[in-house]
């Protein structure tokens, strides 16, 4: 079993940044794409970013030149550095990881983390 914990959510003002966070912990497991997703309220979730296992990485276009996904492997963590904040950045970010473990290939998705950026 496989877990996913984002951090680094909160409250910031327009213009600020945030670092958010997603841990996979468990035992005898890899880790291939993450994505970095995101939901405001009434709408629906959308891929903010993505990262594969070889670093290539995608964005979606209102969040290129201001968001950085990264993955540290050793720790097992995917990283979203989100700079230049707008208020339509508010919402509810989810990781969501492609994991290996044994024979078998699984989707894991974090709890969510709040972000909300005033204006």
């Known amino acids: 079993q496989v877990q996913l914990v984002e951090s680094g959510g909160g409250l910031v003002q327009a213009g600020g940044s945030l670092r958010l966070s997603c841990a996979a912990s468990?035992?005898?497991?890899?880790?291939?794409?993450v994505g970095w997703y995101r939901q405001a309220p009434g709408k629906q979730r959308e891929l903010v970013a993505a990262i594969t296992s070889g670093g290539s990485t995608h964005y979606t276009d209102s969040v290129k030149g201001r968001f950085t996904v990264s993955r540290d492997n050793a720790k097992n963590t995917v990283y979203l550095q989100m700079n230049s904040l707008k208020p339509e950045d508010t919402a509810v970010y989810y990781c969501?990881?492609?994991?290996?473990?044994?024979?078998?290939?699984?989707?894991?998705w974090g709890q969510g983390t709040q972000v909300t950026v005033s204006s």
């Open positions: 969501n990881a492609e994991v290996v473990a044994g024979q078998h290939q699984y989707d894991y």
């Open positions: 468990g035992s005898d497991f890899s880790i291939r794409a």
